[in-house]
């Protein structure tokens, strides 16, 4: 029986017999739908769930709420990004200009705040946005090219037109006979398991 | 020719043709209760997924393969007489002693101010909530990716001896002088080379989501590893669609005042000399309305042929096509007031040389290149006022190149007239361009069509993550009006009842 569980081996009804929690990482459950997505992350959220996610192909609005997903830190992090750039953009000018090697042009002063304001500027913008990229991709994990789900070919539709949840297996509530009923009963049309 | 033709059938695919998929469906009518279909044609997110991913995954149309090597042999040009150029040094260009800024820095502001439009389209209009931006701004951001890297070269070349160009960034040269940071040149350096930064960044992070898709659909293993490496292993989590929404409206609210700097700063480089004509404070803005404008105009070039050849009228719609019109028609009238401007002002200021260098630009030696320049760009815009031209597809892809060339002109007008007649009169000189300018300019062209034609066959073209969310928006509202109707009717004929 365990042999057909291997890989991304879909198991329609599950019962303790196919799949063991022990080998199993994740469970699958596919929507056809938003708003049936909607309706079962508000459930799973409420039922306590904390090793969980929904697979969208577009940011579904409202889902956040419904998923009980707190802000992220990520503009305060943008900010600390751009402070970096003003002030670290005033000082490259001032100590490249008037400490270092101090040079006179046209009679202007080695260091001033209006002609230094352009290029302090840039370096705001850019090093907010290297801040806003990276710390996207830090605070998502990414990249990380191997994921479980991806043993799943009925998954590969996450990313077109159709709508999963997953739960982890490590989450504390994970069972795979009463999660897999749960999540039929909130209007999955297909649950899998993804075993090691 | 007829058994040439039936050869051809194979490679020759409907979208060539016009394409019978997509017909051309008008969403223009305004209606005050209900918003107009962005996307037509019946599309879900099913279709749009294969639509979209259909240009990438078939074989390329022969439509494809002429433009790109017709785009790529214009790119040779580039490869003779740039290397010619290096070689001899900037005597090969037409510049002489008063007219030292040639074709250069024209093509320079050029392509930066193309660049714009695509910023204003990802940046702008996502901060305004502006739903129609979400069918171009991927092919918007790429052309401004490409207008970026075009006048990047020209810098790069212009500075005659090319092995030195790392003299513009914040290095010490050889006897450890550092870059002069008073000059606006050097703010240029940091504004545009910022911007081409930022503006990867931003069109690369819109793009993981759609190269995912491409990734899982990809049924060999180049383009499993290609895109599977290019999307990071991203999965659709909402947990991740969260940071990165955040993410990408941070990067918006970035961007928008970045894209209004950079031309801002390119304009510095004439407003902070005292060059008659060009030492006047409404450059900034008069810069930045014309980078839009002519940006727009790039936009409308590429995408009324590539919504044609990639069948895709249903998702780039005459909608689409009828606001960018609406914005050629008002950032041209911006364009046009500023010309008003500096003449009121060169001659309410009561400076005598400005006057003269007014007058000059109009009626001087460069007369024909400035009326070019006011007819393309004041003139052919004003034909939008009507409706039946802005939603006409060849009287806008006609205004549109009129536009590029008038927007060309400007550049030229502002940086030649003024240069070529300044205070002195005996330092007075003509500037004809030789041979490798005008080849140069042309090859310019050639890497940024050359360019845009790769991004097409290997890119996602169209944001269709962002359209999938435009047609769950257009399926709401269109309950939404659908219950109103019913409980419209259900309340009147309740009030019926009760009288």
Known sequence: MNAEMNGSVEVHTITAETATDAKAVLMLAEFETADQLMDAATSMRDKGFKLWDCHTPYPVHGLDTAMGIRPTLLPWIVLCGGITGFCGGLLMQGWMNAVDYPFLISGKPFFS?????PVAFELTILL???????GMLALNGLPRFYRPHFRSDRFRRATADRFFISIDGRDRQFDIGANSRFLRDLGANAVEVIEE | MKRLLEALKPILRPELTGNAESPEVDNTAYS????????TGGNDNTTITDKVCSIVEDKPTIGWWGFFLLAFSVLGLLGIFVPFLIFWGVGTWGVNNPVGWGYAIVNFVFW???????????????LFRQKWRTSINRAAEAMTIFAVICAGMFPGIHVGRAWFAYWMFPLPNQMELWPNFRSPLLWDVFAVGTYFTVSLLFWYMGMIPDLATLRDRAKNSVRKIAYGALSLGWTGSNRQWHVYERSYLLLAALATPLVLSVHSVVSFDFAVSQVPGWHTTIFPPYFVAGAIFSGFAMVLTLLVPARQLFGLKDVITLKHLENMNKIIMLTGMLVGYAYSQEFFMAWYGGVKVEKFAFINRAFGQYAWAYWIMVSCNVLAPQIFWFKKMRTNIWVMFVVSIFVNIGMWFERFVITVTSLANDYTSSAWDYYTPKLADVMIMLGAFGLFFTLFALFCRFLPFIAMSEVRGVLADQAHSREAALARHSSEADSASGSQGEN
């Not at chain 1, 907010?128 to 990276?134: H, K, L």
């Not at chain 2, 005050?32 to 996307?39: E, F, G, T, Y």
């Open chain 1, 113 to 117: 705040i209006p002609a230094s304001i």
């Open chain 1, 128 to 134: 907010s946005a290297f801040a806003s990229f990276g």
């Open chain 2, 32 to 39: 005050p209760d209900s918003r107009v279909d962005l996307i």
């Open chain 2, 112 to 126: 930066v101010g193309i660049g714009h439009a695509g910023t204003l389209i990802s940046a702008i209009l996502f």
